[in-house]
């Protein structure tokens, strides 16, 4: 079994590669200034970013294994798996890392912006792939943020925070471009979504799995739960649940008016319950299902 190394706070993954220790609750590393590094497969209690500066390959996130190429920038959250086993060798790695604690956000306005970077839940192959200027824009942060973490003071924290939320936001930004990029490369993306629903009520997959979510169709679709949501989000100004209630709800209305029941209706779409079915009609159509009826007849 592959040994991995838990990172409960940032120091520990500091101290493992022999980076300077700056903060309990951030640390921001060069790999290029240290001398005795070793790889390592990492079980994360803090969030990390990551910026690549060399291509690395076999590398680990979750289940999967991925390839970190020249100027990637990925992210990691609490509870997930990421590295490359330690094999006791020393390495040359060039890059940048930042991790910080979530205990460190706490009360703050990041705190509660935090849900809004969905980045950090993207599949490795979905990393930021970033232009010289944008890597740029992130390493000067990088680097003012470590000088403060060097001359720390009674200001320090909220500095400390204001600069975390300058580099999510700057990445966040960097990230809607990729997407807007993406959309171009992904022009069936729609079609593809459209029909994965069709043939997973063709397939008659609801019976045994229930309703379709956002999370079967982007793994259908080889994409991350959040990235998929992103991208239809860039190419709809929608949400991809909300497309998929509406596809539910068309056929709900195809189902009524061929006479079948409310009950029977609500079971053939894969509800567990009618009630469930009545308030989603009610809610989608402003009307329950059987004054829909009614009215159609």
Not at 245 to 267: C, D, H, N, Y
Request: proline share 3%; net charge negative; glycine share 6%.
């Amino acid at each position: 079994m592959e040994k991995i190394l838990r990172v409960h706070n940032v120091n520990d993954y500091a101290q493992y590669i022999g980076a300077p220790q700056l903060h309990p609750l951030v640390s921001v590393i060069h790999y290029d200034e240290l001398e005795h590094c070793r790889h390592s497969l990492n079980n994360y209690d803090v969030f990390g970013i990551f910026i690549g500066d060399e291509t690395l390959e076999n590398l680990t996130y979750g289940l999967t294994t991925y390839d970190l190429h020249r100027h990637a920038l990925m992210c990691v959250a609490p509870g997930q798996i990421g590295g490359k086993a330690d094999t006791g060798e020393e390495i040359q790695t060039k890059g940048w890392a930042l991790l910080f604690d979530p205990e460190l956000l706490h009360g703050t306005d990041l705190e509660r912006r935090m849900p809004s970077f969905t980045y950090f839940s993207y599949n490795t192959n979905e990393a930021l792939l970033m232009t010289a200027e944008q890597r740029l824009t992130i390493v000067n942060l990088l680097e003012t943020l470590r000088q403060e973490l060097s001359d720390a003071d009674g200001h320090t924290q909220y500095i400390i925070v204001a600069y975390l939320q300058l580099i999510l936001e700057q990445i966040a930004r960097f990230y809607a471009g990729q997407l807007s990029m993406q959309i171009a490369s992904r022009s069936d993306l729609l079609t593809r979504f459209e029909n994965l629903l069709k043939r997973y009520y063709d397939e008659g997959l609801q019976l045994t799995h229930g309703l379709p979510t956002v999370k079967y169709c982007a793994q259908e679709l080889f994409l991350s739960t959040n990235y998929f949501g992103d991208l239809i989000r860039q190419m709809t100004d929608d949400t991809a649940s909300n497309i998929i209630r509406r596809f539910v709800m068309s056929q709900a209305q195809k189902l009524l008016i061929s006479g079948m029941s409310i009950t029977s209706t609500a079971e053939q779409l894969g509800f567990q319950y009618p009630q469930h079915f009545t308030r989603m009609f009610k809610r989608h159509f402003g009307e329950l299902p059987s004054q829909y009826v009614n009215r159609k007849r």
